[in-house]
């Protein structure tokens, strides 16, 4: 509370920092961007934690043997990295943290629809975190965060039930922000604001908030069975009680394939920000890259089976998979290309926030064309469960998603709490994180060709020399994150005051005092024209 | 640790007839990866370099887009996508189709370790010894949690079920030892479930399997239909309870159902372990399960047996 008071101190101003004190307050907030930074704050807790088992991880994998950490340690590390990475932190990532902190903003509303179902979305969240760390102060799991069967019902001795429990529970969080975000877009947009006139970050958190909505209760129904399975011997999975064990990667894969692009199309949304502020240009085909995330969105739920193709599937089905993921693939291209496109003939400033976004659409590239050799049927068979897997689902994820929250949490740092970050540290801490990122996982790809499984806690040794770099990169890129850290809590009481619009932005977001009042705007605004309407001249050739 | 000499590998052995033709298909993959990375890191760089602000350069060009280049650039990818998809597809379909001939392999994964059990005699434990020059079939089945074969010099992975068969074959262009994986997550000592394929020349592969003196699994598998008493129904003559089993293996059977299947391995298993889901047309649901009286060993051998009653019968008139 010492940053806000002092605050206080500086602009008498109310707004929703300082408009209430005490921890009461905060924990009984309906207030979304309350919300937001108690989920900023629990995320960060999450990323941290997940790290800490990284680190281990790439500590074990300096040499070949397994010395550092027993097998089954090490099992339960990467097993207990992707849940928290996965589930306590990507999923919730860019929705809960700048989502519910800027959607209001940006579409002209008071709050999001329900808002107390947005708080209750935070404990839900919190209560299914608590029963992970339960799960992991009290032994830890080691099934991988993918729980394949009949390995997690029948033959694992770790705290599966409780991990499964907090999954469970943690889905009900996402499912509400998406109904939450579905029905703010449709019914709280500002007089004014069509469909059209949506700033991007809009349409694609539309598109996520649907797969949460329709994707997350069949994670639900999965860990429901797996449950009941390991508790009271059902025969669903386990081919001894008559199950089917590849029934359970159809389910999960149902769910996780689609989550992928619930982490990734928000990342997306950011991107399609930032490129236009700081290239101070109209974003270069408005509706393809619009509509693109709803092409993403629907074509996410027809290619769980791609994660199958040496799992035990039919060949026939396994060629309708790879062909679907192939089309998906073309939406995500055409965004990469509307982004670069609207470089073209910008003015282009280079702050933090768009060297977060140019990283990502290298990055987010690589990790799409790896994408393509692992669709590709012929090629997935030699590359699947290797480390090639790995390196591919990281530059998404991290270079991608990652990068893309990084950019987003600097974009819209002056706006949430009302203080620019120091921008020399910023560069530096992008430029760190990127170097990190490509020496930690570009190795990754070789090695996975060359054919080391993944989840292996001890390898062959020429396996070595890779490994020890990518395990070096992992450090640069550990001290990459470390700093936003500490300057971005510097900045809170020591960065210049930040204005109302530091970018010199289009948005509403930007059109209201930084940090913004309880209820955001004074006067609600009326919009009368399109998004990203950057001053300029026209093309010579109209 | 030291280590005194530094290895740094770049490009897995090539040691099968599959190996050349996917290493085909990654270099198609990367020039186009390549291609496309540079021109948007080439176009990035460039744009960022040009259009940087400064005086001359305050005010952006606002242009709306392009429909041309918006087809351009969905399609062209488009067509490339299917030029993987199709590649793709095509080398995974010769990889899931063994040829008639090959040399038969059983396998049986456990927590943590590979049996292996040729056709012809020898079991092996974490070891496969194959000739070079002959197409292998693996068939396998996994006893508890599910396994992954993987040889990344012969470019072949297939996961490994409890309750049912899968398969996977190669052909070994190269004699040496190569490293078998497991690639599917299997517990504590997952990472130890690694093994041997030792590709040999045809000559002293003969050699190696005539210095075995294993039984052959047909053998084997004799004598355990003796012991469970299945030649008790099963036989050949009229007063037979149950299908005579001679010349089953291959051929197509018909249900009481009306519908008809090829007897192949999995058809066998299933009718040992529940033998009340296919009845053969004619015939009355009577048999008792053997789950849990013999292992998947045991089966395995028992329908090796079955087998090899085919060869014998086909000669008889």
Redesign the interface.
């Known amino acids: 509370m010492t940053t806000a008071a002092a605050v206080v101190a500086e602009e008498p101003r109310l707004h929703y920092l300082n408009e209430s004190y005490g921890v009461r307050s905060w924990l009984l907030t309906t207030d979304h961007k309350r919300v937001g930074l108690l989920y900023l704050i629990s995320l960060t807790g999450a990323f941290f934690v997940g790290g800490f088992f990284a680190v281990m991880l790439r500590l074990e994998l300096l040499t070949p043997a397994g010395d550092l950490l027993q097998a089954e340690t090490y099992n339960k590390f990467f097993t207990m990295h992707g849940v928290i990475m996965v589930f306590f932190f990507l999923v919730p990532s860019i929705p809960a943290v700048l989502g519910n902190f800027v959607l209001p903003l940006m579409i002209g509303a008071r709050d999001v629809a329900f808002p107390r179902l947005n708080l209750l979305s935070w404990y839900l969240y919190v209560l299914g975190a608590s029963f992970t760390t339960y799960a992991v102060v009290t032994g830890g799991v080691d099934t991988g965060w993918t729980f394949y069967t009949p390995y997690s019902t029948m033959s694992s001795t770790t705290q599966v039930m409780p991990t499964a429990i907090g999954i469970f529970i943690v889905g009900f969080s996402s499912i509400l922000t998406g109904l939450n975000f579905v029905v703010t877009i449709h019914r709280m947009r500002a007089p004014g604001l069509t469909w059209f006139r949506l700033p991007l970050f809009v349409w694609s958190l539309y598109g996520t908030s649907l797969i949460q909505i329709l994707a997350t209760p069949v994670l639900a129904i999965t860990v429901m069975l797996l449950g009941l399975e390991r508790l009271l011997h059902v025969g669903i999975f386990d081919p001894a009680l008559g199950g089917d064990p590849v029934l359970f990667q159809h389910l999960f894969w149902f769910y996780s394939h689609p989550a992928v692009y619930i982490m990734i199309l928000p990342g997306m949304g950011v991107i399609s920000e930032v490129v236009p502020c700081f290239a101070r240009k109209r974003i270069f085909g408005y509706r393809y890259v619009a509509f693109s995330s709803i092409a993403i969105a629907v074509f996410g739920f027809l290619v769980w089976g791609h994660h199958l193709f040496v799992a035990g599937q039919s060949v026939y089905a396994a060629m309708v998979f790879s062909l679907l993921s192939y089309l998906v693939a073309i939406p995500s291209a055409v965004k990469v290309f509307n982004w670069t496109a609207t470089l073209h003939k910008g003015t282009i400033e280079f702050r933090t926030p768009l060297l977060y976004a140019l990283g990502f659409i290298g990055l987010f590239t690589i990790g799409g064309l790896t994408g393509l050799f692992l669709a590709s049927l012929g090629m997935d068979v030699h590359v699947t469960d290797t480390y090639f897997v790995i390196a591919h689902f990281h530059y998404i994820m991290v270079g991608g998603m990652v990068m893309a929250y990084m950019g987003g949490v600097h974009y819209w740092w002056p706006k949430i709490s009302g203080r620019m970050y120091p921008e020399g540290w910023g560069r530096l801490a992008a430029l760190i994180i990127f170097i990190g990122f490509n020496l930690t996982f570009f190795p990754q790809f070789i090695l996975g060709y060359l054919g080391m499984p993944r989840r292996y806690h001890a390898y062959p040794d020429e396996f070595q020399v890779l490994n020890v770099m990518s395990t070096a990169g992992a450090s640069i890129l550990g001290v990459g994150y470390l700093l936003p850290m500490i300057y971005l809590l510097w900045s809170l009481r020591y960065g210049e005051p930040a204005g109302n619009n530091p970018w010199d932005a289009t948005g509403l977001e930007w059109q209201t005092p930084s940090p913004p009042p309880r209820d955001n705007f004074e006067v609600t605004p009326v919009v009368t024209g399109e998004p990203y309407a950057y001053p300029g001249r026209e093309p010579a050739h109209g | ?1 030291i ?1 005194a000499r ?7 052995e090539q040691a099968s007839t599959l190996a050349p ?2 290493d085909a ?2 270099f198609f ?1 990367l020039a ?2 390549t291609v ?2 540079l021109l ?2 080439g ?2 760089v460039v ?2 370099i040009r ?3 400064r005086p001359g ?10 429909d041309r ?2 087809i351009a ?2 399609v062209i ?2 067509l490339l ?2 030029v ?2 199709a ?7 010769a ?2 189709t063994p040829p008639p001939d090959a040399l038969e392999v059983y396998s049986v994964a456990k ?1 943590w370790m590979w049996k292996f059990q040729h056709l012809s005699g020898p079991r092996e434990i974490n070891e496969l010894h194959v000739p070079v020059g002959l197409p292998v079939k693996v068939l396998m089945t996994s006893q ?3 396994h ?1 074969l ?1 040889v ?2 012969f ?5 490994v ?4 068969y ?1 398969q996977l074959w190669f052909q070994a262009t190269r004699p040496g030892t190569y ?1 078998l ?12 479930m690694i093994g041997q394929v030792i590709a040999m020349e045809p000559a002293d592969f003969q050699r190696w399997l005539a210095g075995g003196t294993a039984a052959s699994p047909a053998v084997a598998g004799e004598r355990l239909f003796t012991e469970l008493g299945c030649v008790t129904c099963h036989r050949p003559d009229a007063q037979a309870r149950c299908p005579d089993l001679a010349g089953l293996f291959g051929r197509t059977v018909t249900l009481t159902t009306g519908q008809t299947l090829t007897a192949d391995e999995g058809y066998i298993r299933e009718s040992i372990l529940t033998p009340g889901a296919k009845i053969v047309a004619g015939y009355e649901n009577i048999m008792p399960t053997y789950q849990g009286l013999v292992s998947e060993e045991g089966v395995l051998e028992l329908i090796a047996y079955v087998k090899s009653l085919q060869a014998t019968e086909a000669k008889a008139p």
Request: hydrophobic share 45%.
């Open positions: 640790m280590e530094f290895s740094l590998p770049l490009f897995p033709r996917v298909l990654l993959l186009v990866s496309f990375t948007i890191a176009c990035i744009f960022a259009y940087r602000r350069n305050e005010v952006a060009e606002q242009v709306h887009g392009s280049l918006e650039w969905s990818p488009l996508c299917l993987m998809y590649w793709g597809a095509q080398l995974y379909f990889a899931a927590q508890d949690v599910i992954s993987f990344p010099a470019r072949v992975k297939q996961d079920l409890p309750g049912r899968t490293h994986f497991c690639a599917e997550y299997c517990g504590t000592l997952h990472s130890g």
